[in-house]
Every structure is written in C-alpha cells, then in structure tokens.
C-alpha cells in the first residue's frame, strides 16, 4: 500500500508515562498513527522478555483490547 507506514521501538513517540499508543486511520495529529488508506490490514506485535502472565491473551493489553473491539 502506498504511503502506508509501520511503527515500531524505532520510530514511535512515548505517551508522557512511558506507555505506547498506536493508532489507525485517525488523522495526522493522532500519535503514532497509519493510515491504512481503506485498505484491509494485519496488525502484528513482537513480545521480547516479557512477563509470563503477560503471554496468556487474556491478559496481554493488545489482545484484550482487540478482543474488546471486535465487531
């Protein structure tokens, strides 16, 4: 998709307490945001070192929220 970015440990910018928002389809001035331009799209996120709880979907914060989101 042209013009379509990723985000990652590199390039995206922190929220004030350290955590990261990533956000799709939600303007210019949304932090951290890629337009998909309408366009479907897959959504992969890396865990490294993390938490054993935080392996479990239900309580890892980006599939919890993902799961609350479906339609």
Same mark, same amino acid.
């Given at each position: 998709?042209? $013009?379509?970015? +990723?985000? =990652? ?5 922190? =929220? !004030? ?6 956000? &799709?389809?939600?303007?210019? +001035? !949304? @932090? +951290? =945001? ?6 479907? /799209?897959? &959504?992969?996120?890396?865990? /490294? $070192?993390? =938490? ?13 929220? @993902?799961? @609350? +989101?479906?339609?």
């Amino acid at each position: 998709m042209d $013009g379509v970015k +990723n985000v =990652n440990s590199h390039t995206w910018d922190k =929220n !004030a307490d350290g955590t990261i928002t990533v956000s &799709f389809n939600c303007g210019e +001035n !949304a @932090l +951290n =945001n890629i337009d998909t331009k309408g366009q479907d /799209y897959t &959504f992969t996120t890396r865990h /490294y $070192g993390v =938490n054993p709880k935080i392996m479990e979907s239900d309580k890892d914060p980006i599939i919890g929220v @993902l799961s @609350l +989101n479906r339609v």
